[in-house]
């Protein structure tokens, strides 16, 4: 296979090999439409050139120059020729698109020699000497990985000198001089001065967009989208067009439709005299794409066919970089444009009702960040607000966060817990670890398709963008209106933003929760015609129960009965539950408990009428209802020390301290807790099964249909279950009498314990239903206490590549994964007709989702919020894997790993 394609050569099926850029460069190329000529350096290249320790093949460069070769010949110009020299632009070209976060260089074969000549043969020494001086800065900063302020300080000065306000108002001399100042300042900080010879400048180039492959925020956007490692870029080397040749000239992006909203209309950006990194950095807030038309109207009416037609190619929005040379229109990139959740979800459903989509490739498009996006909170319009500025609606959702000026601050922050705002003049890639860490981005610089709004909307982050009457200053921004200071923000202040209507507003505002779209309902409704798996929710409020009925979910997997227990009015019932010395207290506060809990699952019940419930109950160690041991300790400590003190109340925090040192365990959640705790306290889990059969009745009299499947946690030896059951079958039994026919339960375990899994065979024999707690089951199976992991090794971890993802957001398939297969298969083997699901976060996440479609699970349960995700990855699933029963187990296992 070449290592050196023209763009003649390729097409769009190469993608993998020629990188997304070059695959649409050499498509469009092959389409006709007007694409300045080049050549792809494939991603093999890449691979090779970091198997050889960052060093090119052998044998590569002399295929890049005899590219170069026919390039020449392509546009009769000569590489590093004084009179008529051709430049290039060397630019990266990622499989898997990923604006923004790796390098460019442009103008590339200008030196001492070659700029007088393009000043010659285009007559515009201005124009010359800009393009050169962009070249050193960009040059600097990519090859030399100098940092980009040692010139904008050099660049700004010197306009203030001048008094010039914008770019293209500096003369050649301005130039002329600032290009001698960018030398020296490279060869003090660089240690190397600027390479006059046109092939260096090459090969350093190239090399220089190899190594930005596996930069720091190139890396950071790959780990967050999944993109794998050994990918690679490509590298596109593609003669150049100028937008900055004059007030006929101008460059921009153009989406083919809204990526806001997924409206059908034409949207865009364009500055006119510009070079294409004008747009993206945002160091210049540019035109709306409309008003090109009023500038230059045949380039805007070409550029609207050629969207029109770019769009029904690749039956997607597109994403087009454009450039104007005195008149001509010229096209450098076009892919699959980046997108909002909700202009997803309308721009699949739009292209289906268009014809040019099936159903099965719009729920195909949606990506589950995109739904998570979705259902974004927005401000409520009618809480009181202090607006202090509008910008650019870039990026939808609301956020309210403390403001910050830098992503290192921002980081920080977040990792310390806060909510945070990072507010720039404009970002650049090298802050993307800050966007991420942010809850919103707002920038008093660029435009809607500036590098601030692209990643925010591709994270799903609110963003606004341009909003030019707030002005930076240290730690601090302004907001001035007629050149007066009318408020100042310091770090550390409260702001909101609002990336739907572009206002920033001071303090924390109301906002409102979500709603489901038409369009997204309706791709739901088509996922539901396709999934096979069932979606269920965990939910321990009826109110939660509604929301999640709302999103569609089919049943509760998950009703945790102690987060019941936590309410302010019921903890003194609790504790005296607890704290009781002798059966008859405890059975005295069980009874005082007994209405409230049969009030909550009266209120699910109803909630859920048709639908199963799955109640777990009580699961945590009882300390969890006690107060803090340390905090007893001290508070016992001051009332012993006090002379006249309260000595009712220190006889209370004795007995409580001694209760809560005699509960106190090692290891809690390998203590005394689920069924264990249910053994050694069984008239808890009497109470609990009375007022779940009471509630039942209750609500079959009121013509409510109810159908509990009741939950035994932790269960890890069949005997356990076997005495759980018992109890429960024999309260049943006792609350409801005659009527024992017309309530249908079912009674189940949750697999969270690995003895559990592997003796699912024995288990089934007392179980209706499998249950598969994924949180717990990860934790026991990997040996990996959660919120110790999290805290400190397991990022390490995920970042090293010693584990693929984190096994708590990502279903661990090999080792967890294992376990659930066996146990399904055994529990199976046992009773065919055996419901099994899972109810841990897992239950949310497509990699999961689809593990559990192909082992043949029954459901999975989910946050309600998640629900929407859920039902559209178990369509994916379905669409991707097909039906399990029709592939062999040795499909299966491939599937999982």
Not at 342 to 349: E, M, P, R, T
Not at 702 to 725: A, F, T
Not at 756 to 765: E, L
Request: with cysteine.
């Amino acid at each position: 296979m070449a290592r050196v394609m023209s763009f003649g050569q390729g097409d769009a099926s190469m993608k993998h090999l020629l990188g997304g850029k070059g695959a649409n460069l050499a498509e469009m190329t092959r389409v006709g439409l007007p694409v300045p000529p080049g050549f792809t350096i494939t991603t093999d290249v890449c691979r090779a050139y970091y198997a050889a320790g960052l060093r090119l093949p052998e044998g590569l460069f002399e295929e890049v120059l005899s590219a170069m070769k026919e390039l020449e010949d392509a546009k009769g110009e000569r590489f590093g020729d004084p009179s008529r020299p051709l430049l290039v632009s060397v630019r990266s070209g990622s499989v898997t698109s990923m604006p923004g976060m790796m390098d460019t260089i442009l103008n590339l074969g200008l030196n001492d020699d070659t700029v007088e000549g393009l000043a010659r043969s285009t007559g515009d020494a201005r124009f010359a000497y800009d393009c050169y001086r962009r070249l050193i800065q960009m040059f600097g900063n990519v090859v030399f990985d100098m940092e980009g302020y040692h010139f904008d300080f050099l660049l700004e000065r010197m306009k203030q000198q001048q008094g010039f306000e914008q770019d293209h108002q500096v003369t050649a001399d301005g130039w002329k001089a600032l290009i001698d100042e960018y030398k020296s300042v490279m060869v003090k900080h660089a240690g190397r001065s600027f390479p006059q010879q046109v092939k260096e400048q090459l090969q350093l180039a190239v090399e220089a967009v190899f190594r930005s492959w596996n930069n720091q925020r190139a890396q950071i956007y790959r780990r967050l989208h999944q993109i794998p490692d050994e990918q690679g870029t490509a590298v596109n080397v593609q003669s150049m067009v100028f937008g900055n040749r004059g007030t006929d000239c101008g460059t921009g992006v153009v989406f083919t439709r809204n990526p806001s909203t997924g409206g059908h209309e034409l949207y865009g950006e364009f500055l006119m005299n510009a070079q294409g990194e004008d747009v993206v950095a945002g160091v210049r807030t540019p035109m709306p794409i409309s008003k090109l038309e009023e500038e230059l109207p045949q380039a805007y009416e070409q550029l609207v066919s050629a969207a029109r037609k770019l769009e029904q190619h690749y039956r997607d929005m597109q994403d087009i970089e454009f450039t104007v040379e005195k008149g001509k229109l010229f096209f450098l990139q076009t892919r699959n444009g980046k997108r909002t959740a909700q202009a997803a979800v309308k721009l699949a459903v739009g292209f289906v009702k268009e014809g040019t989509i099936s159903k099965e490739e719009a729920l195909q498009r949606i990506e589950p960040f995109h739904l998570d996006q979705l259902l974004h909170r927005a401000i409520d319009s009618s809480s009181p607000m202090e607006v202090l500025a509008s910008g650019l609606p870039a990026s939808p959702g609301a956020a309210a966060g403390q403001a910050v000026f830098d992503a290192d601050t921002a980081e920080a922050w977040s990792r310390a817990g806060k909510r945070v705002i990072l507010v720039r003049s404009e970002t650049t890639p090298e802050d993307i670890h800050g966007v991420l860490a942010a809850e919103g981005v707002l920038t008093s610089r660029g435009g809607m398709t500036s590098h601030a709004a692209v990643v925010a909307r591709g994270m799903g982050k609110p963003c606004v963008c341009g909003c030019e009457p707030i002005r930076l200053r240290d730690r601090a921004f302004d907001v001035a209106a007629a050149d007066k200071v009318t408020a100042t923000i310091a770090e550390g202040e409260w702001i909101s933003i609002d990336g739907a209507t572009g206002r920033v507003i001071r303090g924390v505002v109301q906002l409102r929760e979500p709603e489901l779209t038409a369009e997204l309902e309706e791709l739901l409704v088509w996922a539901d015609e396709i999934r096979r798996l069932r979606v269920y929710t965990n939910a321990d409020t009826p109110e939660d129960a509604g929301k999640a009925r709302g999103f569609g979910a089919e049943g509760i997997g998950l009703c945790r009965t102690e987060h019941m227990f936590m309410s302010p009015e019921r903890i003194p019932v609790v504790r005296g539950m607890i704290l009781a010395e002798q059966p008859e207290e405890r059975a005295a506060a069980l009874r005082e408990l007994l209405p409230m809990q049969q009030s909550d699952f009266e209120g699910i019940f109803r909630a859920m009428d048709g639908l199963p419930v799955t109640i777990r109950l009580l699961d945590p160690p009882l300390h969890e209802f006690l107060p803090n041991l340390e905090e007893l300790a001290i508070r016992h400590s001051l009332l012993s020390q006090q002379p006249t003190g309260d000595g009712e109340e220190l006889k209370r925090v004795e007995r409580m301290l001694r209760k809560v040192r005699s509960l106190h365990e090692m290891n809690p959640m390998l203590g005394t807790r689920g069924c264990r705790l249910g053994l050694l306290y069984p008239e808890i889990y009497e109470m609990q099964a009375e007022a779940i059969f009471r509630a039942a009745i209750q609500c079959l009299d009121d013509n409510v249909d109810v159908q509990p499947d009741i939950m035994i946690p932790l269960v890890g030896h069949d005997s356990e279950l076997k005495i759980m059951r018992e109890l429960v079958d024999r309260k049943a039994a006792e609350v409801l009498g005659t009527r024992w026919s017309a309530i249908k339960y079912r009674v189940g375990t949750m697999i969270e314990v690995p003895r559990a899994a592997i003796t699912a065979g024995s288990i089934a024999r007392h179980a209706d239903f499998f249950s598969f707690g994924t949180n717990d089951l990860t934790q026991m199976t990997l040996g990996y206490s959660r919120d110790d992991a999290e805290g400190k090794f397991l990022t390490h971890y995920v970042e090293s590549k010693l584990l693929p993802n984190n096994p708590f957001q990502v279903l661990d398939q090999e080792g967890v994964g294992t376990l659930i297969r066996w146990a399904v298969t055994q529990g199976k083997s046992v009773k065919s007709q055996m419901k099994t699901g899972i109810c841990g976060e897992h239950g949310g996440d497509k990699e999961s989702i689809f593990f559990c479609h192909a082992e043949g699970l029954d459901y999975v349960s989910c946050s309600p919020y998640r629900v929407p995700l859920a039902r559209i990855a178990a369509a994916q699933a379905a669409i991707a894997l097909g039906n399990p029963s029709d592939r062999t187990s040795s499909q299966l296992d491939q599937t999982a790993s």
